[in-house]
């Protein structure tokens, strides 16, 4: 079935510095979604992407972050600078219609370590 | 606060039984209902939705039922097999607010041979 890939699968940074988490979205979809899971807990949404723009985020969507699909590559979030709690696996999903209950199609996660 | 709670984090059934996996939601506005599955990528995958004008929906081995009243939703696997041993996330939210699903901690489903 469509796949949603991501891109590494772990990154290991220090405090203070940028990362960027890489997705592949499904070829056709055209909503962006990234979702975070810290250890132990559940996938918590952090900010849905449409149309070049920030569609809502939520409160864990800090200033230190950004997303950006730049001319239909990979879509990114960026953050700038990484802190301890920033430490989780990111989960980067897709899908080709919202509004309803338009299925998501999630990749692998990238887990994030922040030291 | 977690608005989505699974509170068994685990379950043992044996092959051939019947696997059942709750759900509890807070928010009364959520009207989408969805089980997803944990492949050993870690990638979750939809299984099953069901919207709250319906109390009940069958997939093959798979049906989720839904006590809007009670706040609640399950799913029953039927004829358990091996490969249904995963993750089960369950998740819910309003539909029209940017698909922006609450998640449960999941639940480890292990089906024993």
């Known amino acids: 079935g469509p796949k949603v890939l991501q891109i590494p699968s772990h990154q290991i940074i220090d405090m203070g510095q940028m990362v960027t988490l890489n997705c592949d979205p499904v070829?056709?979809?055209?909503?962006f979604y990234w979702y975070k899971q810290i250890l132990g807990q559940q996938m918590e949404f952090l900010v849905n992407?449409?149309?070049?723009?920030?569609?809502?985020k939520s409160k864990l969507f800090k200033d230190q972050f950004s997303v950006e699909r730049p001319d239909g590559s990979y879509f990114t979030l960026k953050i700038q600078p990484t802190a301890l709690e920033d430490s989780a696996v990111y989960f980067c999903?897709?899908?080709?219609?919202?509004?309803?209950?338009?299925?998501?199609?999630f990749g692998h996660g990238t887990k994030l370590s922040v030291l | 606060g977690q608005q989505v709670k699974q509170s068994s984090p685990s379950l043992t059934v044996q092959e051939g039984g019947i696997s059942i996996l709750n759900c509890d939601y807070e928010?009364?506005?959520?009207?989408?209902f969805a089980w997803y599955k944990k492949y050993p990528d870690n990638s979750p995958t939809l299984l099953i939705s069901?919207?709250?004008?319906?109390d009940k929906r069958e997939d093959g081995r798979l049906t989720v039922f839904l006590n809007k009243s009670g706040k609640h939703f399950s799913l029953h696997i039927t004829a358990s097999q091996p490969e249904d041993t995963a993750v089960y996330l369950c998740?819910?939210?309003?539909?029209?607010?940017?698909?922006?699903?609450?998640f449960g901690k999941g639940a480890k489903l292990t089906v024993s041979p």
């Open positions: 999903a897709s899908s080709l219609d919202q509004g309803g209950s338009e299925r998501l199609f």
């Open positions: 070829s056709n979809h055209l909503y």
């Open positions: 992407f449409y149309n070049g723009k920030v569609m809502e």
């Open positions: 928010n009364d506005m959520f009207d989408y």
């Open positions: 069901v919207r709250s004008n319906v």
């Open positions: 998740g819910s939210m309003q539909q029209g607010t940017g698909s922006k699903l609450s």
